[in-house]
């Protein structure tokens, strides 16, 4: 096995990657660029992260997939072709095995494993790190690319081990087909990936169940095969266009209107969001500069969306149910979906609410809510979410100098420089971490720009025979002020979200991501690398 280490030895490396997804995939091949050695220990069987573990049925990107890949090779965004305009996770799965097998990553990842524990060694000024196989690995430098939404969640619902028939998580799909033909099935949960599962599982179940705590407002996608007149504008300057969407606020390349809601007549505001619904897509938002600013702006565009649902679902009691009234449109992930809303005319899918009605246990033969009411069911899909942004670091037991706990060092709220880098933990980078724009953007555009950026410190510290890097506290408590005062500017903080923390049970509620936007952070980066790093201690 490669990296193999048991018992007491103790493989020596430049770099240990937490993970396979396309951040330590492009991670692996920046640092063999640099002539080091590096190892990938990934927990699941095959490279490609989310798409790799999330195989639920209509599974599928929303960000377009001439913008969703890989921009740092001008030959392989040249030769992958893409069959539509919105990947499907197979398709997303063969390339990134594509991207391993073209870079000849495969041979320096440890799949099946999962790092456990890292500690640093401070007077060796290396990492320990620790497998659940009792691997032991050394290196100089470990990078969390441990991903945003890889740890699942299942909600505490007591019974669950006693329902009789099967159970999923849409982010732990099993590998074999899943055929829910003839069954009763009930999904929990109405966030993306539910709404995603929703319409393709209806088609197949006798009986579908929805059980909605919260509506979400979603935006049809518009899918289609893709346009090869459109793939050929990309194609023709791919570097450009790239270049472009680097710098726009989500890392996406799309109009965004930089007028107020709020000072166009409601005629040319309705006519502006038609013709955003009908492109489709997360595209939406950008009708506006101040959608995510300004309440009454946002009202607009929610009143809009909550039109639509009333005019696409038939059963009125049904369509007031989807529409989401407790939070500003956006700040929930938005989501995109392909007839979601129409699944509800269907004769055989139900929604049922247990907002008023919490689900109170999983019984041997289904579900029963407070109250009493019973459902009946063959399968359960868990559509709820993970332990986002900071659930899969922390999942790992990391301790940095003197042995401090990052466990206990976040236990108010994750702190890290840039989201990149946390004082007292010196050569332990986070790729996507709480505090950069990450979820909020393109996680391409912001997965290549944490890699690159990380792999030229390298190169600068080498230049100047450094091979430590430490966030000053004060660096750190400054980026830490920052994004919250810049999130707290937004509407974000007014929704119970996965962003503020809000999904699990004790988690601090701190809005995690910055939402300064994907060209302004890379500004910010930027320059503090042309200065010479201020804020980072090398030595
Ligand atoms: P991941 O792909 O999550 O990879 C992290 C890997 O680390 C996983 O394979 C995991 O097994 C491994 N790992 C974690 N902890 C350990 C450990 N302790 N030991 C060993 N291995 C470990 N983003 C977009 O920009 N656009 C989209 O349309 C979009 N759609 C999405 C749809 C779904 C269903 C989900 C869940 C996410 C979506 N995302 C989307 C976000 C997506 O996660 C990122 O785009 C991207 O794939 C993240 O890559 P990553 O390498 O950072 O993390
Ligand atoms: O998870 P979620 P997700 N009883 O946390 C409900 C990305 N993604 O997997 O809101 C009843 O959004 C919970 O209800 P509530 C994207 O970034 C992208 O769907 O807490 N319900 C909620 O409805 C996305 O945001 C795509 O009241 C319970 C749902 O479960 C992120 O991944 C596709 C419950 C969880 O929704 C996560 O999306 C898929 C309980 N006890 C995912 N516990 C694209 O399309 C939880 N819920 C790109």
Redesign the pocket.
Known sequence: RPGQATGESTEALDAVI???????LYMLHRLRGLGMTARI????GGVG??????RYPG?R???ESMQ?SFSFDERLQQEWRWSERFAAQPEILRYAEHVADRFDLRRDIRFN???TAARFDEAAGRWLVLTDRGDRLSARYCVM??????SARVPDIPGIESFRGRTYHT?RWPHEEVDFTGQRVAVIGTGS?AIQAVPVIAEQAKQLFVFQRTPNFSIPSRNRPMDEAYERWWKSDYAAHRRRARMMRTGILYHIDERSALDVPPEERRRVYEERWAAGGTAFMGAFADLLRNQQANDTAAEFVRGKIAGIVRDPATAALLQPRDHPIGTKRICVDTHYYETFNRANVRLVDVRSAPIEAITPTGLRLRGGAEFAADSIVFATGFDAMTG?VL??DIRGRSGASLREKWAAGPRAHLGLMVAGFPNLFL??GPGSPSVLS???VS?EQHVDWLSDCLVHMRARGATCIEPTQEAEDAWVAHVAEVGGRTLYPKANSWYMGANIPGKPRVFMPYVGGVGTYREECDAIAAQGYPGFRMS
């Open positions: 937490v993970g396979a997804g396309f951040g330590g220990i990934e927990a699941a992260g989310t798409w790799w573990w999330n599974a990107c929303d960000v969703y494993t999962r790092v690319a441990t991903g945003c939404l890889s982010g990936s899969a999942a790992v790729i996507t393109n996680m391409m997965i």
